[in-house]
T-cell receptor, first 115, second 111 residues
Framework: ETGVTQTPRHLVMGMTNKKSLKCEQH?????MYWYKQSAKKPLELMFV???????ENNSVPSRFSPECPNSSHLFLHLHTLQPEDSALYLC??????????????FGPGTRLTVL | SQQGEEDPQALSIQEGENATMNCSYK?????LQWYRQNSGRGLVHLIL?????REKHSGRLRVTLDTSKKSSSLLITASRAADTASYFC???????????FGAGTILRVKS
């Protein structure tokens, strides 16, 4: 295990539902990331938080809303999603996010299916 | 696009053989990293090579970086069935903390 946990591991939701993905890291890191991994596409960075402050929003639609209450927890709130949002959502953390040389530690992901 | 490109897209070899995967990129980088992903799981960091380095080793892994050609290769020697996974290169931009990932190479090692 990498020290990064994600819940739930699988989620099926309708387009009108509201749900949240949770990520927790037990590594004492200060930077946390959300990535989207769709089939046959490169991993896409969605959001970056550094010391609880959002430092990157990679033009993500507003139906995805991140929340970082502290350095150990990261949430991704979902509402009125589209079927094309179905993907594996990966959370990662790194020591302080100051440099890309910081190793990122990934959670196992949440497999999301939007019906 | 800043995305990296990897080839081959898929590679199937026999146990004991070597596996080579290649990655190319378009912009200036600070470093290049390789990650491994088992089916449906998170990525695991394998090795990082900085832009001023040409070669790096870690166990059965050998990474090379050619900044003039904007390319890198990952060599896995004496492959094992347990090496079956997807392998991704990721390059760190010259400034900031962003990593840009390639599309990955699916490696299958047959026993």
């Amino acid at each position: 295990e990498t020290g990064v946990t994600q819940t739930p591991r699988h989620l099926v939701m309708g387009m009108t539902n509201k749900k949240s993905l949770k990520c927790e890291q037990h590594l004492g890191h200060n930077a946390m990331y959300w990535y989207k991994q769709s089939a046959k596409k490169p991993l896409e960075l969605m959001f970056v938080y550094n010391f609880k402050e959002q430092t990157e929003n990679n033009s993500v639609p507003s139906r995805f809303s991140p929340e970082c209450p502290n350095s150990s927890h990261l949430f991704l709130h979902l509402h009125t999603l589209q079927p094309e949002d179905s993907a594996l959502y990966l959370c990662a953390s790194s020591q302080d996010g100051a440099s890309s040389t910081d190793t990122q530690y990934f959670g196992p992901g949440t497999r999301l299916t939007v019906l | 696009s800043q995305q990296g490109e990897e080839d081959p897209q898929a590679l199937s070899i026999q146990e004991g053989e070597n596996a080579t995967m290649n990655c190319s990129y378009k912009t200036s980088i600070n470093n290049l990293q390789w990650y491994r992903q088992n089916s449906g799981r998170g990525l695991v960091h394998l090795i990082l090579i900085r832009s001023n380095e040409r070669e790096k080793h870690s166990g059965r892994l050998r990474v090379t970086l050619d900044t003039s050609k904007k390319s890198s290769s990952l060599l896995i020697t004496a492959s094992r069935a347990a090496d079956t996974a997807s392998y991704f290169c990721a390059f760190g931009m010259e400034y900031g903390n962003k990593l840009v990932f390639g599309a990955g190479t699916i490696l299958r090692v047959k026993s």
